[in-house]
């Protein structure tokens, strides 16, 4: 079955520490994102890659960084620098071509404690 | 400043009737639109979308309307079921296929 898969489900981190959010898609898509949603707020992008090797900020990157090395594959580092981590993080998949839909993954809820 | 805006946070409708979410945006430059579906603890789902170029886009159940001048438009459920229950969003696609979202709408449909 082809899809996007996120992991972990849920994670935990101390303040100050780095944490490593994986997402992987077998869509053979070009396009991959990551959202962030708060309570009662809608998604928020942080960033995204058209093609690999190739990567744009979004509109909340201050304190993330990704990587595209892999088609399949668009980690998201969530770094000490990001001042309010605790969230749920949604990654994204799509073909980047005409008018397309994103797919999601089942997201990872992040809890800094 | 939000591009496109949910004003409603929850709706409440009977089962079998019609739901009717709404949305607006102020970008004009939004060349397409999008309803997805999200339950709790998982990531949206799509549902329906719709181009810039139409007014109207249908299926099943559900039904898209775009008031272009109005920059206006609205998911119609109908008729709607239990399992409509979750927070629907909306989100429009501005340049780089980058999609902008709406903060939700809380769906509850009651049997």
């Known amino acids: 079955d082809g899809g996007i898969t996120q992991s972990p489900k849920y994670l935990f981190r101390k303040e100050g520490q780095n944490v490593t959010l994986s997402c992987e898609q077998n869509l053979n898509h070009d396009a991959m994102y990551w959202y962030r949603q708060d309570p009662g707020q809608g998604l928020r992008l942080i960033y995204y890659s058209q093609i690999v090797n190739d990567f744009q900020k979004g509109d909340i990157a201050e304190g993330y960084s990704v990587s595209r090395e892999k088609k399949e594959s668009f980690p998201l580092t969530v770094t000490s620098a990001q001042k309010n981590p605790t969230a749920f993080y949604l990654c994204a998949s799509s073909t980047g071509q005409g008018l397309d839909e994103q797919f999601f993954g089942p997201g990872t809820r992040l809890t800094v404690l | 400043d939000q591009q496109v805006k949910q004003n409603s946070p929850s709706l409440s409708v009977q089962e079998g009737r019609i739901s009717i979410l709404n949305c607006d945006y102020t970008?004009?430059?939004?060349?397409?639109f999008l309803w997805y579906k999200k339950y709790p603890a998982e990531g949206p789902t799509f549902l329906i979308s719709i181009s810039s170029i139409k007014d109207k886009n249908e299926d099943g159940r559900f039904t898209v309307f775009l008031n272009k001048s109005a920059k206006h438009l609205s998911l119609h459920i109908v008729p709607s079921q239990p399992g409509d229950s979750a927070v629907y969003f909306c989100a429009a696609r501005e340049y780089g296929n980058k999609l902008v979202f709406g903060a939700g709408t809380i769906l509850r449909v009651k049997s």
């Open positions: 970008n004009s430059m939004f060349d397409y």
